[in-house]
Every structure is written in C-alpha cells, then in structure tokens.
C-alpha cells in the first residue's frame, strides 16, 4: 500500500522524492492541476481526487500551508473522517497550530485513526535530500509504525512528547530562529561600523559562545553572499511568528522579549514582500520600524 502525500510543493515534492528514492511507494495529490502534472512528470504517481487516495494508503503525509487546510483535510467531505480506512495513520508535516492539533488529533482516535504531528526543518533542500529534522509529538506505537517512512525522508527525529508537542516545538524553534536573525542584523551592523569584515569577525564568533544555527548556516549560504534562496519565504516565517505570538497571548504569560521580536517581524511587512526569503530581514536598516 502506498504512502499518500497530500500537498505537493516544495517540501512535500522533496518528501515524496526522497520516498521514492529510498524505495518506497507514493501517491500524491495536490489541489493545484499545474502541480500535479509537474510532480507526476516527476515519476510520482498522482491521484485524480482527494477522496481517492485517501481510501488507497492507510499513511497519510501532510505538508500543508497552515492550520486552516490541515482542517479542510481530516474534517471536509472529501477528507480523511469521510473517507479513511479503519486504523489510518496521518502525519501531519505542517507547522501547525498545536490547539487545532490536539483537537484533530482527539477527532481522529474517536473515529479509530491514529496522527502525528511531525513538523519538519531543513527547508526544500533538506526535504529533497532526507536530511529534514523532525520533533514528533504522538504516540509511541505510531511512531514506530510511521519509522520506515520518516526515517526515508529525514536524517534526525526526536519524540517530544504527546500529540500537540511537535507543533509546540517547532513554533519554538522558528520564534528563536527569528529572534536571531534580528540579532544578527544589529551584530552586523555594529561589526560594519567598525569596519570589519562581518564574515571574518562571524569566523570567531561562531567559534564561541554566540554562535547560532542562524550565524553557522544562515549568514554563510543566504546572506553573506546575497543569495537570499533558501526556499523559505518572509511570509511563512511570519505566520509561523505570529502562531507564535498567539499562543504566547493564549498562555497570557509576561514574555516581553519574544513579543518584541513578533512585532518586528509582523512590522516587516511593509517593507518585505510576503515572497521574499525570509533571511531578508537582515538587510532592514532598521527592523523595528520595518525600514
């Protein structure tokens, strides 16, 4: 029985490929026709409807752009409720809401399934090559079940926790991956005006104490260089910020340093496109005032 994988961009295309690859099968859908025929010139085999794969695969792969389709997926009349097998699996890759999760994650036990939330870092690259990170929340026997097809698509997965914790780790995550990326823009500029050479000084730095996966991955092969192509949008980056921000407000706990580093990036929007990289943010003069 093939995987199905539902959502076919560029990380569920790098997912799907890596599958392939390490001999696995794959059937894929997507919402958009013109993505479709992309993918299936490709070699992925695609289904003509939603409802149709999900009846034919007892795993299901989600790589979606938010919450709102996640829903559409497991609760819609085409989706996985209406039209699963008894003891389906779904592992949900999208960086997700972890309340909207939780709930889902309850709706599809009541109705005899099983999910996973199983975000993923590593952007397209990684997606492609199986080198992505996953944090997985859910249970222990799923994972297992899911391990063949995780550990094809992914070089590192950690289990943290019940079902929900992927969703809050990876929000997590990408709020410190924002934060330092604001750091970096200020580190930057006090390097320039002492005329250094930001490469060479962030040769030293990431030596010591304040190195960053942002100063270590980030600075040499998307900034630096003025490539700005790690097939991660400003706007993505933003969303996943401002989930963050609204789980933070959920929680009503004093945080003053993440919600500052929120506004920034929601203020960026008027200077940054949504489909600029996301790394962009650097070359704000100033990034509080989004100019």
């Keep these: 029985m093939p995987a199905g994988l539902i959502g076919l961009g560029n990380m569920g295309r790098g997912m ?8 696995h ?25 939603l409802p149709a794969l999900i009846s034919a695969c007892d795993i299901l792969i989600l790589s979606l752009p938010h919450a709102a389709a996640v829903r ?5 009349s085409a989706g996985v409720l209406a039209h699963a097998a008894p003891g389906t699996l779904v592992i949900d890759t999208t960086t997700s809401e972890p309340a909207v999760t939780r709930e889902l994650a309850c709706k599809l036990r009541a109705a005899g399934h099983a999910m996973l939330d199983a975000p993923v870092s590593g ?38 926790g019940p079902g929900g914790a992927g969703h809050v780790t990876k929000l997590v995550n990408n709020l410190l ?4 990326l604001v750091l970096l823009r200020e580190a930057m500029g006090l390097i320039e005006e002492a005329g250094l050479d930001v490469q060479t000084v962030f040769s030293g730095i990431n ?15 998307w900034i630096a260089n003025g490539a700005f192509n790690s097939g991660f949008s400003m706007g993505l980056m933003r969303k996943d910020i401002r989930l963050a921000a609204q789980w933070m407000d959920e929680l009503d706990i004093a945080l003053p ?16 496109p949504d489909a600029e990289d996301f790394n962009r943010i650097v070359t704000l003069r100033n990034p509080e005032r989004g100019a």
């Design 177 to 180: 991956c924002g934060a330092n």
């Design 72 to 76: 559409a997926v497991i609760e819609g």
């Design 207 to 221: 030596a010591g104490s304040g190195r960053s996966g942002v100063s270590e991955v980030n600075l040499p092969n």
């Design 16 to 23: 799907a490929l890596s599958l392939l690859r390490n001999g």
């Design 257 to 272: 340093l993440a919600k500052a580093v929120a506004g920034i990036w929601a203020k960026s929007a008027e200077a940054l």
């Design 123 to 160: 952007g397209p690259r990684g997606a492609l090559a199986g080198t992505m990170t996953m944090v997985i929340g859910g249970e222990a026997a799923d994972l297992a079940r899911a391990m063949p097809l995780l550990e094809a698509m992914s070089a590192k997965r950690v289990h943290v």
């Design 25 to 49: 099968a794959v059937l894929g859908f997507d919402l958009s026709a013109e993505t479709r025929a992309a993918r299936a010139a490709e070699g992925i085999a695609i289904a003509d409807e």
